[in-house]
């Protein structure tokens, strides 16, 4: 758990430097397979295979989500959709910048709470 303090992906990549994993590594964190990548290749390949799109999905994190979160959507058409409204709607940069003073504002709630 030393691994998950500050600063983690400069552990991380520490971490796979040392294990000599250049482009990917994979542990578990008690029951839960973690896999890591700093090669920008493997990210994008991983991200954009439908073969990682259904991932296991923990139940507490999916009641949490009310059922309806993208990431715990099975790959198929609805899940296709959710992803081009993600991308055109909440990550389109005017979308992001717009709400850099809301972030900011959580985030130091969430850091004055802490």
């Known amino acids: 758990m030393n691994l998950m303090a500050s600063l983690v992906h400069r552990r991380l990549a520490a ?23 700093c090669n920008p290749d493997v990210a994008k390949e991983i991200l954009n295979n439908f073969v990682f799109a259904n991932r296991l999905v923990k139940e507490s994190a999916y009641s949490l ?12 058409i609805y899940w296709r959709m959710l992803q081009k409204i993600a991308a ?3 990550f389109y940069p005017k979308q992001i910048n717009g709400s850099e003073e809301q972030r900011f504002q959580i985030a130091s709630q969430m850091v004055s709470s802490l």
Request: net charge positive.
């Open 15 to 37: 971490t796979a430097e040392q294990c000599g994993a250049s482009r990917l590594m994979a542990f578990s964190l008690e029951k839960t397979r973690v896999i890591v990548t």
């Open 65 to 76: 989500m009310f059922n309806r979160a993208i990431r715990f959507t099975p790959y198929g």
């Open 88 to 90: 055109t709607h909440l």
